[in-house]
């Protein structure tokens, strides 16, 4: 079968790649204007997910496998041809391994996927991981590095206590102190800045001190990246997303304390290609057949 493709309002789309026994892997493509890399492909690494963040789709599913390199680099080259068609524009892409599935736990296969994307397509200067943890994964992608392309670093904090942050994800209980002191030594290896993923949660990890943790981050070694959380089904009740307006309360804090910082809106949400909503496609939406005489006449309705 092939794969098929939902567009968004706002542009964005989302893939679905039919696997074995009805199981689909899923991407997304994101345009965002102004951005140094405005088009953004976000691709899965695991079939389903063991952490299990409470507010993600994919971990409503169970863990099933990891995606091969292969099928990584599958995601990659079908939103390329959709997108761009036979000629292929590079020049401001990036990919983004954030999609279903924590990617350091399928890292040879990622490394694999990041070394061929880099020898197919030279002009993709960087790609994206986030990670939810633990340690030891990011030390181990550490001891790969230099990679081509290079991997900019994003760590899924989410709180600024150990407690709190445990209730979000169960399945990463690592320290908070053990994942940043990990990821400040991929900055001090890289250079790069580590960005910092923090979904606002009314009343759970929204208050002044959260914001004054946050602010003390190093600003040299960290970039911390607001964002709000996004509706699924079966979102636990006791997790209600921070309206905009508290989303920007929050950020003057930030700005107020000199935190480094950005709000983070995501694209895509009407037909659940954002953060946290891959792995469930709604019926309502009319998908379309990737085609490939139909790839350039599909219209954004
Ligand atoms: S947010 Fe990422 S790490 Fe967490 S359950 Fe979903 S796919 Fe896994």
Redesign the pocket.
Known sequence: MLPTRIISQDGSCKYSFPLESNLRMESAFFMVPGRERPNIACISTQLG?A???Q?????EMPFFRNLTAREMLSEVTTILEDQYGPRILLEGFEVSF?????PLANLKNVLKAVREIGSRYPEITRVSV?T?GPADRIHALIREMPIAPPIHLQI?LHATNDETRRTL?PNAPETISKLLSAARKYHDVTGDQVFVNYVLIKGINDSPEDARWLARLDKEAFYIKISQLNTIAGLPAHLVPASMKEILQFSSMLALMGAAHKVFVGDGLDVQAS??QLAAIPREIVQVELQEEECSTVNLS
């Open positions: 997910c952490v299990r963040c507010f993600c789709s994919t971990a954030m999609g279903m599935g924590e986030s939810a899924s994800i953060c946290g």
